[in-house]
């Protein structure tokens, strides 16, 4: 049994923040929160102080890429593919580091890397996978470069990572019944072209609202949702309009499609963070990046940041998400000090990377929240977090990471089990 004392709860239902509590957990859950003259600690108990700090429910990231990291197009052309899915297992470590304890991966990770999560043969974030993107030909999943050469999805595939480059109703319905096939807890749309894709913009509509409406169709049949890539005004549109649940960047929104999102009750995901990291990169790297990929990730940046800011004005339901693997893993606390500087209050982060994001995972049952029944992801932060979101964004505060109970990262003097995977 643990007792996480002496810190400041956050516990992701926005209420105002609560000190001189005392968190218990056992096994996997947490089995008492209150006030630290009413919940008495048992004999026998490991106790946490958390010297002051910011205690958290895990955060959730609701768009990663563990298979990728930046978008270095000759370094993808000379990895293998088991390779290239082995260099996931540090970048999931360093994303629990961060303080991120539940994911989706937004195509590019095979159901069996989420396996061996669940299996404990790998320590990392519990997972959901999209596992393929499907597109159109020549959209922004298409892997087909101006030299001829069709490289599959981002640089390189796996036999259970589907093509997902479909035309017509009924190519699209055979794509997602293959991705369903191959494990997919989502389907993910490119609905628009994108910054990192070499013959589109992120401004032209991609697949029809039929394509898009078979794939939600197909989705539902086997009790899955769909999410789309989608950045320009009319993908955004179609996309709403077939039923999509998750708007992935969203970068153009309009005051119509706002309405739409709040009548149908449709998540933003807004990765602020992932334009960003294309510029940096292109700056670092000026040769290794298509440079017409860097053009395209500054044209973005102004009206992404002012369609975040609307969305969050007019009540949008927003998921925190980063797009890592565009940029770097286990940076993810970066996302939640860009979502307060383009408007959101950090107790507005807070949640998005929380609670509003284990609603739109429907995993609000579990996850999510610090209560009493929930599953014990708990997160210890150095500092706090609500007059200084910046301290989360720095993984170095992040001192105690709980993934169901079990340790994930232990910066504290006090002996905690270990998740399994870790040694
Ligand atoms: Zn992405």
């Not at 998540?267 to 860097?294: C, K, N, R």
Request: proline share 5%; charged share 20%.
């Amino acid at each position: 049994m643990l007792a996480i004392t002496n810190g400041t709860i956050i516990d992701g239902l926005g209420g105002d923040p609560r000190t001189g509590m005392t968190l218990l957990i056992e096994n996997e859950r947490i089995t008492a929160l209150g006030r630290q003259s009413e919940v008495a600690i048992p004999r026998g108990a490991q106790v946490i102080d958390a010297m002051g700090g910011s205690i958290l429910p895990g955060l959730i990231d609701t768009h990663v890429h563990f298979t990728m990291e930046f978008p270095d197009v000759l370094r993808g052309l000379l990895t293998p593919p088991s390779l290239r899915l082995l260099l996931a297992i540090p970048r999931m470590r360093a994303t629990l580091e961060a303080g991120v304890t539940t994911v989706r991966d937004a195509a590019g990770a095979p159901a069996g890397l989420k396996m061996a999560v669940e299996r404990g043969i790998i320590a990392g974030p519990r997972m959901q996978v999209a596992i393929s993107l499907i597109s159109q030909t020549g959209g922004h999943g298409d892997g087909f470069y101006p030299c001829c050469a069709d490289i599959g999805f981002f640089g390189g595939s796996f036999t259970d990572i589907p093509n997902g480059v479909a035309d017509g109703v009924e190519e699209v319905r055979k794509a997602v019944r293959e991705v369903l096939r191959a494990g997919a807890d989502w389907i993910k749309l490119a609905t628009t072209g994108g910054v990192l894709s070499t013959s589109d913009a992120p401004t032209s509509s991609q697949l029809t609202v039929d394509e898009i409406a078979t794939a939600v169709y197909e989705a539902a049949a086997q009790e899955k949702r769909c999410m789309a890539h989608a950045q320009g005004s009319q993908g955004i549109k179609n996309a709403l309009l077939a039923g999509v649940v998750s708007i992935e960047h969203g970068v153009y929104l309009t005051e119509e499609l706002i309405d739409m999102m709040l009548k149908q009750d449709a998540y933003l995901v807004p990765t602020l963070i992932a334009p960003l990291s294309v510029i940096e990169f292109s700056q670092g790297h000026p040769d290794l990046l298509p440079p017409m990929m860097a053009i395209k990730a500054v044209s973005v940046v102004e009206a992404h940041q002012k369609s975040f800011r609307m969305a969050v004005e007019a009540g949008v339901k927003i998921a925190m998400g980063t797009d890592s693997g565009v940029g770097r893993h286990g940076e993810n606390g970066k996302e939640l000090l860009l979502m307060v500087k383009n408007g959101m209050t950090p107790m507005q982060a807070i949640q998005a990377s929380t609670a509003e994001a284990a609603q739109l995972l429907h995993l609000k049952d579990e996850l999510g929240t610090l209560e009493v029944g929930k599953l014990a992801d708990v997160i210890i932060v150095d500092g706090d977090v609500l007059n200084d979101i910046a301290s989360i964004a720095n993984p170095a505060n992040v001192k105690l990471v709980l993934k169901d109970g079990l340790a994930a990262k232990n910066m504290l003097e006090v002996p905690v089990p270990t998740l399994a995977g870790l040694a």
